[in-house]
């Protein structure tokens, strides 16, 4: 079955930098996107953007450039996010999914458990 | 970016009740709207997509309908393990953009 298990949970000074995992499993790691979404604490969800697992290709969405990084490692089928000079703000649960297109259409379908991230001095 | 829009916030029904939740986006997203489930300390469960397509294992008392700008979630003979929060997600036009969410509760 499609799995998505992404690395526990972190706790990190402002200032530090952190790499959160995704590993997935059930499929074929190539064959779909992978997506980045974020929820504040107490808020709604926002996408950081995509990584096309096929080329490494990563798309950022505004406001998640400069101190945010996807990358992969297709031969532990898992996808990385990478964030650096972390902020208060960036206090969240990191979640990774999987994006099936069928028709058109597309659907993030499969997600991770989540990772939470907590900047705290 | 596109704005999603649902309404109510919130909603206190019981078991075995009719609710519907309704998205509406400020431009058209032709049928490009997906709905999520979300437990407490849970990830999102996709539920639907293009607008009416039950994703595979969702129960079919879930119901999503529009197109354009309004949207709606319908689910009939609420169970128990539905009191959760309802997402729509616009997939239309990059980003993608979730709606605030709609929480279900318990009266």
């Known amino acids: 079955q499609v799995q998505l298990v992404q690395s526990g949970s972190e706790l990190k000074k402002p200032g530090a930098s952190l790499k959160v995992s995704c590993k997935a499993s059930g499929y074929t790691f190539i064959n779909y996107a992978l997506n980045w979404v974020r929820q504040a604490p107490g808020r709604g969800l926002e996408w950081m953007g995509w990584i096309n697992t096929d080329t490494g290709n990563p798309t950022y969405a505004q406001g998640f450039t400069g101190r945010f990084v996807f990358s992969l490692n297709t031969s532990v089928n898992t996808a990385y996010l990478q964030i650096s000079s972390l902020k208060a703000e960036d206090t969240a649960v990191y979640y990774c999914?999987?994006?099936?297109?069928?028709?058109?259409?597309?659907?993030?379908?499969?997600w991770g458990q989540g990772t939470l991230v907590t900047v705290s001095s | 970016d596109i704005q999603m829009t649902q309404s109510p916030s919130s909603l206190s029904a019981s078991v075995g009740d009719r609710i519907t939740i309704s998205c509406r986006a400020n431009q058209t997203i032709y049928r490009y709207l997906n709905w999520y489930q979300q437990k407490p300390g849970k990830a999102p469960k996709a539920l639907i997509y293009?607008?009416?397509t039950l994703q595979s294992g969702v129960p079919s008392r879930f119901s999503g309908s529009g197109s354009g700008t309004d949207f709606s979630l319908t689910i009939n003979s609420l169970q128990s393990e539905d009191f959760a929060i309802y997402c729509c997600?616009?997939?239309?036009?990059?980003?993608?953009?979730f709606g605030q969410g709609t929480k279900v509760e318990i009266k």
């Open positions: 293009a607008a009416s």
């Open positions: 999914a999987r994006r099936m297109y069928v028709s058109g259409y597309t659907l993030f379908d499969y």
């Open positions: 997600h616009q997939s239309y036009s990059s980003p993608g953009t």
